[in-house]
């Protein structure tokens, strides 16, 4: 349920704090109009400098309510321009990524909350006298004063997001929690490369009831549903696989025919969206720093450094998985016959899907091929003794893949001797 939560709440960030600033801004307006109109008889513990008469009021209200509804038009098509050059230069799935960025969440949140506060203080100010004084004007030059810290905050934020080192940066941090993730939830479970249903005479298929990315599976409830039986469930898909509507999600193996409504239940227990979300998908985070690689060493662009930058970080994150062995996670209890085994995370073929298309596009760059060796000595460092051999194998794949578009012995005693360096410290 939990995960549920914070899968919405990341799902809808934008909205959410949007509306947070705008309930908050009328919440404010609300407490404002009380003490002006005096149904709230707090305006003698008020400094007397903060009052200013209702004309200057209403003439200061205007003034910031339409100067905010200009910054806000003006900060929305400053967005949508970086938005733009994400989208050419890096990859089109970073574009979340600065949209979802809490300053211009925030920026939007309190330019929009300090234009309803501007206007429906306005509104209900049409009542009062001309020779009363009221504080809402004051308010509202402190709430201004704050919208211009923000904005500044923000040209900052956005000077600093069109630095591709600065998003790539940003891009580790996500992808370094993403996997941090991965790892608690492997913590203390068992890990296995084969399984067999032999000794169970059922099985069922568990369909996807929609297309889309699986999000989410909540293993707690499907646990819930199973404990008392004597039977296991076969997850083959893994977070972030695109599923079509009746497609298989899960094998249920039982000694017997099996409910329908269990079933139902079961499948009911896999959450399906239209977009991956990173917050449990390592690989879609991994995905966007290969693909800015992957545009940095095209021919259009050309940038060699950003790639190799690319290609390390991405050596430090895999070598986080390359000390977990096994290809298959069983969730089980001692006071239990049920199984839950699930296909979440392959070391080796990780590896494959982080690293195949660079060495497919850079296999003549002799840059690119010796960070991929360096990277690959990152892994090896925390590899266990089962993915060390994983890490030999495909520094081999690299070097027969690559070593035919060298014939200078000058690059071609580098790569070797790369090469060498791997499984050297994969014997060890």
Request: charged fraction near 20%; aromatic fraction near 14%; proline fraction near 1%.
């Amino acid at each position: 349920m939990f995960q549920k939560i914070v899968m919405y709440f990341k799902n809808n960030k934008i909205w959410m704090i949007l509306i947070g600033y705008v309930l908050f801004s009328l919440f404010l307006a609300t407490t404002i109009i009380l003490i002006d109109n005096k149904t709230l008889p707090i305006q003698q513990y008020i400094p007397s400098i903060l009052f200013t008469e209702v004309n200057l009021a209403k003439d200061i209200l205007g003034l910031l309510a339409g100067v905010l509804l200009t910054i806000t038009t003006f900060t929305f098509s400053t967005i949508l321009i970086v938005l733009t050059m994400y989208s050419a230069q890096f990859s089109p799935r970073v574009v979340e990524n600065f949209l979802t960025n809490k300053i211009t969440m925030k920026v939007l949140g309190i330019y929009v909350g300090g234009f309803f506060y501007c206007i429906t203080t306005l509104l209900f100010m049409r009542n009062l006298n001309y020779d009363e004084l009221v504080i809402s004007a004051t308010i509202a030059v402190v709430y201004s004063v704050l919208c211009i810290i923000y904005f500044i905050i923000f040209v900052y934020t956005v000077s600093s997001s069109i630095q591709v080192n600065k998003l790539i940066e940003r891009l580790f941090e996500d992808s370094n929690k993403s996997i941090d993730n991965i790892i608690s939830f492997l913590k203390d479970k068992e890990r296995i490369d084969q399984y067999s249903f032999d000794e169970y005479d059922w099985q069922t298929e568990i369909m996807s009831e929609k297309s889309g990315y699986l999000d989410l599976i909540n293993f707690d409830l499907i646990w819930n549903l199973i404990k008392e039986s004597d039977c296991k469930i076969f997850i083959d898909k893994s977070i972030g696989v695109y599923l079509s509507e009746k497609q298989r999600m899960a094998f249920y193996y039982d000694r017997g025919k099996t409910d329908e409504h269990l079933i139902k239940q079961l499948s009911n227990s896999f959450s399906i969206g239209s977009e991956r979300y990173g917050y449990n998908d390592y690989m879609f985070t991994l995905q966007k720093i290969i693909e800015i690689s992957m545009r940095a060493i095209s021919t259009g662009i050309n940038d060699p450094y950003t790639a190799i930058l690319c290609i390390r970080l991405l050596g430090v994150l895999l070598s986080k998985l390359a000390g977990i062995d096994g290809k298959y996670t069983i969730i089980q209890s001692n006071d239990s016959n049920a199984e839950i085994i699930y296909k979440g995370l392959d070391f080796s073929k990780d590896l494959y899907y982080t690293y195949y298309q660079i060495i497919h596009y850079g296999k003549a760059d002799i840059s690119i091929i010796l960070s991929l060796f360096e990277a690959l000595e990152i892994i090896n460092g925390k590899a266990s003794i089962n993915n060390k051999i994983v890490v030999k194998e495909f520094a081999e794949y690299v070097y027969s893949i690559c070593i035919s578009e060298y014939e200078h012995k000058i690059d071609v005693d580098l790569i070797k001797e790369k090469r060498n360096r791997i499984i050297e410290l994969s014997s060890k």
